[in-house]
C-alpha cells in the first residue's frame, strides 16, 4: 500500500495575490509514524524554500491551519482590496477554498468593494453545490468570471481537491514530482524530479484513496475567450473602416485599464520597507521601457488613478552606460511627454540601473523561480522583469523633464534651409542637432548618431561630407572632438558647454534611491502576440509572396504564439513578479479586449506591408496618438532583453525543447502514475544518449 500526508500550502483571498500549493507527500512502504518523520525531515530543507517562496507572494498575512489531521492548508496573503484587514487563508467553513486571483467582472464584484473575490468566488461554488456535481458546479461559478486566477478548492464531503487556472493562463501553477512528494504550486523553486505547468483549458480533479491517486480533467465547456485568429473567422470578418477599428479597440482597451486601475484605488498601499530606504505612496506602477505598449497603459492610466495619486514608471537598464540604452532613453522623452500632457499628474520615473555583480548575485535565485522554463531568452527576460518589478532605483527629478530631449532612436529630422546659411550661422544646424541629442547623462554625441537621425545641411554650407564639416566646426571653436571616424565624438564648448553643464546639475540634483510602493503592475504582455508585433510576423508575411496567403499565414503564426503564451510566458512572469510581493497585470490580454479582435478581420489589427513602427500594432499605435503619446506610437519593437542592453552581459540559461500542451497534460499524469513515470525516464535517457 501507499501511505499519503498531504499538504495545501499558499493561497489568495478577496481582491489579493498570493501562491497557493498542494503537497502531497508519498511514502510507499512505510509504515510507522517514526518513518513517515524520518522521511520528513528529508524534505525539510527543501520545503522551507518553498515556504519561503510562498510567503514572498504574500507578505500581508501568514497562516497554517490543519484539518483532519492530515491536510495543513497554509495561506500567504497579499491584500489588494476589500476588508480593512486581510481575510486570513484558508477560507471557508466546511470546504476549503485557495483562490490566487482577480474578478474583474463576471461576479457582481462593483457593487461588493467592501466584499472579497475570495468570498463571491466560494459561496457561488457553495450554492452551485446544491444543484449541481462538484467538478461541475465549480466550473459553473468560474468560467464566467473575467480576470487571471489560480485554485485549489478542498470538498470535505468526498475528500477530494478541485485546482486549475483561469483559461488564459495568466496566474502560475506549477506540477512537481519526484521520489517522495507530489506538488502543485505556483512556486517551487526548490523542487527536482518531473516539473511542468498545469495545462490550462480543464480544470481537474483529484483523489486519493488508499493506495492510488485518481487524477481526472474536464475542459471549459464556455471559456469567454476562443481562437483569434483562426483564418477561417478573422479573415472572414468583414474589414472595417481603419478609424472605426481603432475606435473600438480603445475603446475596450481603456475599460480594461480602468478595470484593473479602479478596483486598485480601495488596495492598501504596500507596507513601508523595514530598512531606511524612501519609499513612493503610488499604488499603481507600470514596467515602462518608453515603448508603445506601456505608453498606451499610462496615458490610460491617467483618466481612472484618483487625482492626486501619483503612478510609477519603473524602468531598468544594464550595464555599465544605462543611461545610453535605447529603453532608458526612450523612457525618459515618454515621461517628459507625459508630464507635458498630464501636468497635473505626479509621474515618478524610477531609473532601476543594474550592474553585473547585481546580475550575479541574483542569477541563482531568478533561474529557480522561472523553472521550469530555462532557456537564455527566459532567463534574460526573467532577469529583466525581476529587477524592474523590485522597483528600487533613482527617482528622476520632475524638473529634469524640461530638459529631456528626444533620444537618437526617434529620429528628429531638421529640416534642410533652402538658402546656404551666413558664415556667422554655417554651424548652427550642428550645434542644434547636438543639443537635441544630448541628455543630463551624456556630454558627447558621435557622428554616427548625428549622421543617422538627422539631416544636418552641411552641403549647403559648402562641405562634401559630414566629418569635413564637423573639423571646421571645432577648428572655429563651435564644437570639441575627440577620436576618429564615425565615433568621432563631438561635444559642446564656451557658453553652449556650460549652458549644459548647468542643465545637468539642475536636472541631477535632489535624485534619491527610492522603493516602489506599487503594489500593482501593470504590463503589456500579450500586446505584441495579439497585434502582429514582432518582426518575424512580417518576414512570415512576406515569404508567403501574396497579400492573400501571407495574411493566412500570417493568422496562423498568430495563434501559434497566442496558444503558447501560457506555458511560455505567463507562468513565468507571474512567477517572477510576484516574488517581490506584487502583483502583475495585463490589459491587452482581458477578455473583452480579446473578442474585439476576434471580430475584427486581420488587417484591421496589422498591415505589414507597411514599415516597422506603422503596419504592426495598427490599433495600438492609433491609441497611443489619442492619449498623448505620440513619439512612442512610431517607435519600433524592442525585445526587453535588447532595449535594456541585457543581452549584453550574456546571462546563462539551459536551452530546452518546448512542449506541446498535450505532452504537458500527459506530464501530468505522469504525477500520479509511477509505470509511466519510468516509462518517460527510460525514454527521456535514451533521447538524451542519442
Not at 105 to 116: A, C, F, P, R
Not at 170 to 182: G, Y
Not at 577 to 593: C, N, Q, T
Request: aromatic fraction near 6%.
Amino acid at each position: 500500500k501507499l501511505q499519503f500526508l498531504y499538504f495545501i500550502e499558499g493561497g489568495v483571498l478577496g481582491h489579493k495575490m498570493c501562491g497557493i500549493c498542494l503537497r502531497l507527500l508519498c511514502k510507499e512502504g512505510y509504515s510507522t509514524e517514526l518513518d513517515i518523520n524520518v522521511a520528513l525531515s528529508e524534505q525539510h530543507e527543501a520545503w522551507e524554500e518553498v515556504s519561503k517562496a510562498v510567503a514572498r507572494r504574500g507578505p500581508d498575512c501568514f497562516r497554517e491551519t490543519t484539518v483532519s489531521n492530515k491536510w495543513i492548508l497554509t495561506g500567504a496573503v497579499l491584500q489588494m482590496r476589500g476588508d480593512d484587514d486581510p481575510t486570513p487563508q484558508p477560507f471557508g467553513d466546511c470546504d476549503l477554498l485557495l483562490w490566487n486571483g482577480e474578478v474583474f467582472s463576471g461576479l457582481d464584484v462593483m457593487s461588493h468593494l467592501t466584499d472579497n473575490d475570495t468570498k463571491l468566488v466560494y459561496h457561488h461554488i457553495q450554492q452551485n453545490l446544491k444543484e449541481k456535481s462538484l467538478i461541475d458546479a465549480v466550473m459553473d461559478s468560474l468560467q464566467t468570471i473575467q480576470g487571471p486566477y489560480a485554485f485549489i478548492y478542498y470538498h470535505k464531503q468526498t475528500d477530494s481537491i478541485i485546482f486549475g487556472r483561469d483559461p488564459l493562463g495568466r496566474r502560475s501553477l506549477l506540477c512537481a514530482r519526484n521520489s517522495n512528494q507530489f506538488l502543485i504550486s505556483s512556486t517551487a523553486p526548490s523542487c527536482e524530479g518531473i516539473f511542468t505547468e498545469v495545462p490550462v483549458g480543464r480544470i481537474f480533479s483529484l483523489k486519493a484513496t488508499d493506495d492510488q491517486i485518481l487524477l481526472k480533467a474536464k475542459p471549459w465547456t464556455n471559456p469567454l475567450y476562443s481562437k483569434p485568429f483562426q483564418a477561417t473567422k478573422c479573415l472572414q470578418n468583414t474589414p472595417l473602416p481603419q478609424e472605426d477599428a481603432n475606435a473600438i479597440y480603445k475603446s475596450a482597451l481603456q475599460a480594461a485599464v480602468q478595470k484593473r486601475v479602479v478596483l486598485s484605488s480601495h488596495a492598501k498601499r504596500k507596507t513601508a520597507s523595514p530598512d531606511t530606504m524612501k519609499q513612493t505612496l503610488s499604488r499603481i506602477g507600470i514596467l515602462y521601457s518608453g515603448g508603445v505598449d506601456c505608453a498606451v497603459i499610462a496615458g490610460m492610466c491617467e483618466k481612472d488613478v484618483p487625482k492626486g495619486e501619483s503612478i510609477d514608471l519603473l524602468n531598468v537598464a544594464f550595464g555599465e552606460s544605462p543611461n545610453t540604452t535605447p529603453d532608458r532613453l526612450a523612457a525618459r522623452h515618454g515621461w517628459a511627454e507625459l508630464q507635458k500632457a498630464y501636468p497635473d499628474r505626479e509621474w515618478n520615473l524610477i531609473e532601476i540601473s543594474i550592474t553585473s555583480s547585481d546580475i550575479i548575485s541574483n542569477a541563482s535565485h531568478i533561474k529557480k523561480l522561472i523553472f521550469p522554463t530555462e532557456t537564455i531568452m527566459d532567463m534574460n527576460i526573467g532577469s529583466a522583469l525581476w529587477f524592474a518589478s523590485r522597483g528600487i532605483g533613482t527617482l528622476v527629478p520632475k524638473e529634469a523633464s524640461k530638459y529631456t530631449q528626444p533620444p537618437p532612436s526617434l529620429i528628429r529630422i531638421l529640416s534642410d534651409q533652402s538658402d546656404p546659411p551666413s558664415h556667422d550661422d554655417s554651424f548652427s544646424a550642428l550645434t542644434s542637432a547636438i543639443r537635441k541629442e544630448l541628455s543630463w547623462c551624456r556630454d558627447s554625441v558621435t557622428v554616427s548618431d548625428l549622421s543617422h537621425a538627422h539631416q544636418i545641411p552641411y552641403k549647403a554650407a559648402g562641405y562634401k561630407k559630414i566629418s569635413d564639416y564637423i573639423q571646421a566646426a571645432s577648428l572655429s571653436g563651435k564644437v570639441k572632438c575627440t577620436g576618429r571616424g564615425t565615433e568621432l565624438a563631438v561635444s559642446l564648448t564656451g557658453d553652449d558647454f556650460e549652458e549644459h553643464r548647468a542643465m545637468q546639475k539642475i536636472a541631477t540634483s535632489g535624485s534619491d534611491i527610492v522603493r516602489s510602493g506599487a503594489t500593482v503592475l501593470l504590463v503589456g504582455m500579450g500586446a505584441d502576440e495579439t497585434n502582429g508585433g514582432y518582426s518575424r510576423y512580417r518576414n512570415v508575411f512576406i515569404k508567403a509572396g501574396s497579400s492573400e496567403e501571407g495574411l493566412k499565414k500570417l493568422a496562423s503564426e498568430l495563434q501559434s504564439d497566442f496558444d503558447r503564451l501560457w506555458t511560455r510566458n505567463l507562468g513565468r512572469d507571474d512567477r517572477i513578479i510576484s516574488d517581490h510581493g506584487k502583483e502583475a497585470r495585463f490589459p491587452f490580454l482581458d477578455e473583452s479586449v480579446l473578442q474585439v479582435l476576434q471580430s475584427l478581420h486581420l488587417s484591421n489589427i496589422c498591415d505589414l506591408s507597411k514599415v516597422m513602427g506603422a503596419g504592426d500594432k495598427l490599433l495600438i499605435r492609433s491609441a497611443a496618438t489619442l492619449v498623448g503619446a505620440k513619439s512612442a506610437a512610431t517607435l519600433q519593437k524592442r525585445a526587453i532583453q535588447f532595449g535594456t542592453r541585457l543581452a549584453n552581459n550574456k546571462i546563462n540559461g539551459e536551452v530546452t525543447l518546448e512542449v506541446d500542451p498535450d505532452d504537458l497534460l500527459s506530464q501530468l499524469q505522469e504525477c500520479f502514475d509511477p509505470m509511466k513515470r519510468e516509462s518517460r525516464k527510460r525514454s527521456h535517457k535514451s533521447m538524451s544518449s542519442n
